[in-house]
């Protein structure tokens, strides 16, 4: 049984971590991959739309933090079965789904044929991109074997590479092999080989045995996001995220009962690029928290741009997501609840 000091990574079964330490890789390899798919730049000036559920989606979200105000035109997430009212032949649709048969998107893909919309996929294949190759609709391949929330390198870099097609955003392309490589050395010093006090490592003890709050501002507000969704697939465990200011009007006065509810902890993610009085916002609040968290932690995001810093607080979290369950005795594989719902809603 392993103990908060201790790390089995022989409860990772299907190497997990591994997908993880890969991302430099994947970040790569993404742009080599929508470039094989020939997609053409498309004039949206209605926008462009990431349609996608779970880890596909979480691209777009990313993509959107990445990007930041350098956006020129809307970039959106849908999240569901259907697009925006707004959608039509002025808006560029990235469908991306890990699996291709992901029952919303496939809808949103329908949806978007309806309306005229320029389509484009991201997918390892299924109905998608059948439906993809029938309408001539050009397709990201991405690599199979993964869990799709390992995939998250394909995810940003499609969803990056389709803001810029469709005129939302300038290529991002050397951000993105900056990305890559400042990952793989962040990958060596969090890594499973790292000491027992490297970052990760840490934070995973710190957090052992609490329900996690994280929050950030900005680009780190993305991230956080995906802290929470890392924490409830690779984990199993509850996790909650929070966006900088917005929370300053409302989630802040929880934190004086807090105690009496649960053992909570929490996370702030900062950027160093965001607006002064974000960062000060950052700061003003951990130290609010401190009345119902514990432990308050402040993590700093790396790198020099954007993209970089971004993808630091990505890597840093899947590592951190992973190490919590494995100190908790978890594959972190296994999504039971998922897993038991798409049963549920494929009978009905």
Known sequence: ?????????????????????????????????????????????????ISGMGGSASGGRLAQGA?????????????GYALPGWAGPSTLVLHSSYSGTTEETLSAYDDASERGAPRLVAS????????????????????????PR???????????????LGGAAPSLRDEIEAAADLA?????EWGPGSGADSEAKAIARALHGTVPVIAGAELAAAAAYRWKCQFNENAQLPAFASTVPEMNHNEVVGWESARELGRFSYVSLEDPGAHER??????????????????????????????ERLVSLVLLGDLVSIYAAVLRGADPVDIPAIDSLKASLSSR
């Open 1 to 49: 049984m392993t103990t908060a000091l201790d790390f089995d990574f022989g409860l990772d079964t299907t190497g997990q971590l591994d997908e993880v330490l890969g991302l430099s890789e994947h970040l790569r390899d993404a742009l080599w991959r929508v470039d094989s798919s020939q997609a053409r730049p498309v004039d949206a000036t209605g926008g462009v739309i």
């Open 67 to 79: 990007i930041g105000p350098r956006m020129q035109r809307p970039l959106v997430v849908a999240d």
């Open 150 to 164: 390992a995939a998250i390198g394909y995810a940003l870099v499609s969803a990056l590479e389709a803001a810029a």
């Open 124 to 147: 390892t294949g299924g109905e998608l991109v059948e439906r993809a190759r029938r309408d001539n609709v050009p397709v990201i391949p991405i690599p199979g074997g993964f869990q």
């Open 278 to 307: 974000n960062l000060l916002r950052s700061e003003l609040v951990a130290e609010i928290a401190e009345a119902g968290a514990t432990p308050v932690l402040r993590v700093k995001a790396r790198g020099e741009t954007r993209v």
């Open 184 to 188: 793989e050395t962040l990958a060596v």
